[in-house]
């Protein structure tokens, strides 16, 4: 069965990517796969207290968790079962990992991410992914 990744972060247009997703997936009778991918490293980690961080790192694990969520109920509304996965770590590189590991045949994220700084950062995982990937991509505008 042909398997699709599906990178979200709970971001709105991560979301529209996902609901994309799921509209192939049905069109290909394939099997999906949400991962998100919490920052064990935030930018500026170095400057910032360590309860700051921790504070930050369980708001993004809570987003994390609401967007799997919300995915799983989208599902079912379509008739489809999907499998997620939340990670802990580089988001570019371990999306990349994991889809090495589990033969995806497709990894499907968005051009960009969270609000205004993180698109920054987020902006260049989807093209972080683009290279780093071993399988094909597809990035949704």
């Known amino acids: ?9 709970g971001s709105d247009h991560s979301w529209r990517t996902f609901v994309e997703a799921v ?3 049905k069109n290909l009778n394939a099997e999906i796969t949400v991962i998100t991918v919490v920052d064990d490293k935030p930018m500026l980690a170095a400057t910032i207290p360590f309860t700051v961080i921790e ?3 369980g708001a993004m694990e809570k987003i994390a968790n609401e967007a799997l969520q919300k995915a799983i109920e989208y599902s ?3 008739g489809m ?4 996965t939340l990670k802990h770590g ?3 590189d371990t999306i990349c990992s994991f ?5 995806f045949d497709l990894v499907v994220i968005g051009s ?7 698109r920054l950062i987020l902006g260049s995982v989807s093209n972080h992914i683009a290279n780093c990937a071993k399988t094909n991509v597809l990035i949704v505008k």
């Open 1 to 9: 069965m042909y398997k699709i990744l599906v990178a979200t972060d």
């Open 81 to 84: 079962e999907i499998k997620t």
């Open 90 to 92: 580089h988001p570019a």
């Open 99 to 103: 889809a090495e590991k589990n033969e």
């Open 76 to 78: 079912q509304g379509e």
């Open 112 to 118: 960009r991410g969270l609000g205004k700084i993180e």
């Open 23 to 25: 509209k192939m997936a």
């Open 55 to 57: 504070d930050y790192k």
